[in-house]
């Protein structure tokens, strides 16, 4: 995982993600999300998946 901007009540992260699926296929993305901080709970605002492949 990386951050790639924070501000006082969030940030933006980069991350990969890889799935085995039922029949036992792979399937790898890359994944962008934005989180805030709101009434002391962090919310998921936003999330852009990228497959690979």
Do not use: P
């Not at 790898?28 to 805030?36: K, P």
């Amino acid at each position: 995982m990386e951050i790639i901007s924070e501000w006082h009540d969030g940030a933006a992260v980069l991350y990969r993600e890889s799935q085995t699926l039922a029949d036992s296929s792979q399937n790898v993305r890359w994944s962008t999300a934005i989180f805030q901080q709101a009434e002391g709970k962090i919310v998921w605002r936003h999330l852009q998946e990228t497959r690979l492949g």
